[in-house]
T-cell receptor
Framework: GNSVTQMEGPVTLSEEAFLTINCTYT??????LFWYVQYPGEGLQLLLK?????DKGSNKGFEATYRKETTSFHLEKGSVQVSDSAVYFC???????????FGKGTTLSVSS | EAGVTQFPSHSVIEKGQTVTLRCDPI?????LYWYRRVMGKEIKFLLH????????ESGMPNNRFLAERTGGTYSTLKVQPAELEDSGVYFC??????????????FGEGSRLTVL
């Protein structure tokens, strides 16, 4: 079946450190891939997305590249800030009219 | 424009009681989804409405859960009777009719349910 696996957290970093959160997927066909973020006290919001192989999604300094050959969509940021502390969810959607399928979420804590 | 709103933000009930969660989607969004996150686990799909019709309810855990969407506007999710394992955060999301499977879902802040 369709599923998303992301690295277990929590991830604790110092400000300006490099961030990678791994995400791999299993899906039929060619899904769209997403990263959602939940800041403390808020709902989930879309961070970035990629809809086909080799696409790179980017937003707020975060990037992720849709790698079909490795079925991965790893999230990266070159220099994290305290304000990036949140829970990050990798997700896929494999056809129109279907719901998002999420990973377990990775909690990121950034200290100054 | 108002976002997706959910009520209540937190509910604490005893096992065996009934709770009703409400979701108001973004105005004009035909698609409405319910999800649940149990502590530390993935966000699991519960069901999907298109307007007032249930498009997919494959994620509903059992018949203690009942979802409705009156007139294709707001939706309610009732849990009756509640069990301990129903505790978690219930998220609602909406999206417009257009956008296909590349489109974004807009989420509410969630309703946290604690069953004692």
């Amino acid at each position: 079946g369709n599923s998303v696996t992301q690295m277990e957290g929590p991830v604790t970093l110092s400000e300006e450190a490099f961030l990678t959160i791994n995400c791999t997927y299993t899906a039929t066909g060619y899904p769209s891939l997403f990263w959602y973020v939940q800041y403390p006290g808020e709902g989930l919001q879309l961070l970035l997305k990629a809809t086909k192989a080799d696409d790179k999604g980017s937003n707020k300094g975060f990037e992720a590249t849709y790698r079909k050959e490795t079925t991965s969509f790893h999230l990266e940021k070159g220099s994290v800030q305290v304000s990036d502390s949140a829970v990050y969810f990798c997700a896929l959607r494999y056809q129109a009219g279907t719901a998002l399928i999420f990973g377990k979420g990775t909690t990121l804590s950034v200290s100054s | 424009e108002a976002g997706v709103t959910q009520f209540p933000s937190h509910s604490v009930i005893e096992k065996g009681q009934t709770v009703t969660l409400r979701c108001d989607p973004i105005s004009g969004h035909d698609n409405l989804y319910w999800y649940r996150r149990v502590m530390g686990k993935e966000i699991k799909f519960l069901l999907h409405f298109v307007k007032e019709s249930k498009q997919d309810e494959s994620g509903m855990p059992n018949n203690r859960f009942l979802a409705e969407r009156t007139g294709g506007t707001y939706s309610t999710l009732k849990v009756q009777p509640a069990e301990l394992e129903d505790s978690g955060v219930y998220f609602c999301a909406s999206s417009p009719a257009t956008g296909g499977f590349t489109g974004e879902l807009f989420f509410g802040e969630g309703s946290r349910l604690t069953v004692l």
